[in-house]
């Protein structure tokens, strides 16, 4: 008995992305301290309550002067200004204007002095006793921060949906905001169903084997932003399923992994009708991957995907479908993993009808500075992690294609987070 | 006085970053969970105690047969088994061997009985009573997953440097290593220096600015992987700044801005050199960051950063030196950020001597998938965060240029975390 027989079924990757993207909701906001947002997506708009820099200041330590007063310095004819009084940063406002043929020794970020509308590099300048040579002529406003250079007060500064990043958090501590509302981060359940799972600490016995994907799902989940809350394992009873998602339901998103989505087991379905879920779809048309089940808790409760039990599947469909999703939530534009183009080192064969994941290092193309050839990482068995955890990325087989030859090139999703960092400075 | 002027200075930032990158040392590793081992770096070679999978087991939910059995099974003329037993997935090994003509009802991870050869998938088989029937023959080994086919025990499964993401976490636990040796985290102290700054809760006052160093650099620190430790702002006096010094001493690094690093306040060196510490350079030839001071307390203690006041040029500087020093220390081996070639939209035009990081937006290219124009975010002023925060990345103008001109090629160095996250899924 299939218990999933009038739901929508077989669907292609395409068409599964599409409608858990379109159940996904953007999660509500929160109000950080400034401090801990790095990363976080913005949920209000920035709007300035103060002019950056407030006032003129200093980009230089050196003198500050008025251009007019050095006409006709050159290194060969210098001209000597007094040096009338000085400017520390951090001090309050200049004691006076600044007369002719007046200098005022300045630090960086200090006010410059009415009169003056140049700084002169300490480099740049001789100072002797009370009198400072200069041997050029400055232009007016050199060295220089114009008062509002940076922000104007009224002005819109980082508008929602807007990625915090170092210089974003600076920007908001220079305006004074140590707390920001920023969109939610989704709280993920994670649970492994299956009599055969035991935990890493538990030595397998009697054809068990270690529940290895609340490892990968939970660092997929901290990779895309969420916060996994990791359930344990769930026997195949349909009261220990039961158990442990009425124990998930207070996440945004439940996802488990084997047991709990396919087959024979027809508890699944009874149990999550009686917990009020409506399933959505089962089954999309990938490998790994096939046996995926969809649904949602009402209309304000967690979606729920079950995803299929083997190591590679699990992933795999944690990619396609839970990150996206997940990642809209936390109000992300840029929903996907990075694609690059590669040109295939091999044949890839696959028979029609579905989509096809294969696990591939990604190598540089000798002499094409940018570009990348694509290899499989061994063994494509659903059960082989090894050859996923070596893999820079997933080439896309599209459905419809039986071969792709050596030489052609595909699409690839790039899955290591470290792939684009480089290897020299690039000077 | 200029107090550092027996040092080298002037350095290229190449030489520069040669320097720093020679003296930083490689941490030593600390054992932790592998759950909390995400984007660590591996500092034990990992060897497998275990084979994985244990035993021959079903990569389906299914029927587990002899192959010739089937031998002449077609669309047409199916061929029933007599359905023997049942095997579990995490059940004890089958019963017994399978006869021929029998199959046996089997599950996902389950092991193959003795006598068996393939599993044919529930989808693609008759079940009625106690018989099975197929329309068609499978290959010998179908659906069945081989001992040993992940990892073999004795197996160098994980080398020394790999980083950790979320398949080797599974794959650890999977070979029951529920703690791992990684490469310790640099601990960073972030020192604010001078008397012009307030904490971002104090309203400016009299020409006081807000000190958002702290915020940038630290999480500049945070995306390098390492964790900031802030002591604060350091006052313009020897006693502060010796105080700060020496509480930033167990840090295996210390990042001082402004204040701290350069000029006219002769005490700074003084106070270096009685806390032990060896100035190594002064000055980079570079725009923004041109007064920076690199030194090392001793020949364990932590490097010391002096880095310039002016918000952006205290984050360029970081992310040259600092950042790829921070990597080293904990263990990746690509030390540096993105980098891509971009067309320029617009002429970028510069005095020759120092090499400059322009702040750039990056575009897709029309109709050229893969490639990027850049574009100057607006006013280059060192004190500018905002055009920090709108940026892609840095466009590295070469030291020797005083132009480049609008459609010729250049190098940015690309900041923006999420920057190459695609808005399609690629399929």
Known sequence: MNPVNHLRTGLSVAEAQRVVLALAPQLGSETVATADALGRVLAEPVVSTRTLPPADNSAMDGYALRCADLAGATRETPVALRVAFEVPAGG????????????ARIFTGAPIPPGADAVVRQEDAEREGALVRMRGVPRPGENVRSAGEDVRKGELVLDCGAELGPAALGLLASLGRTVVAVRQ????A??????????PDTAPFDGKIVSSNSYTLSAQCRLAGAEPIYLGIARDTPDALEDRLRAGNRADLIVSSGGVS???????????????????????????GY?????????????????????????????????????????????????????????????????????????????????????????????VLRSMALAHGLLILPAAKTRLAAGERGLVQVLDEGFFAAHEPGF
Not at 190 to 199: F, N, Q
Request: charged share 25%; aromatic share 8%; glycine share 10%.
């Open 291 to 383: 046996p995926i089940v969809f649904g949602r808790f009402g209309d304000t409760g967690p979606l729920v995907f079950g995803l299929p039990g083997n190591p590679v599947s699990a992933m795999v469909t944690f990619e396609q479908f839970v990150r996206p999703v997940l990642r809209k939530m936390a109000g992300h534009r840029a929903l996907f993993r990075p694609l690059v183009r590669a040109t295939l080192a091999h044949d890839f064969e696959k028979s029609a009808g579905r989509m096809h994941f294969v696990r591939v290092f990604l190598e540089p193309k000798p002499d094409a500075a940018g570009e990348f050839v694509a290899r499989s990482t061994g063994t494509q068995s659903s059960g």
């Open 262 to 288: 396919v087959g024979d087991r027809d508890y699944v379905r009874p149990v999550l009708e009686k917990l009020g879920c409506t399933l959505v779809f089962w089954g999309v048309q990938m490998k790994p």
């Open 92 to 103: 309050s406002s200049p004691e006076r204007a600044l007369a002719p043929g007046e200098a």
């Open 185 to 188: 981060r989704p709280r993920v």
């Open 190 to 199: 994670v649970v492994s169903g299956g009599d055969e799972l035991v935990e």
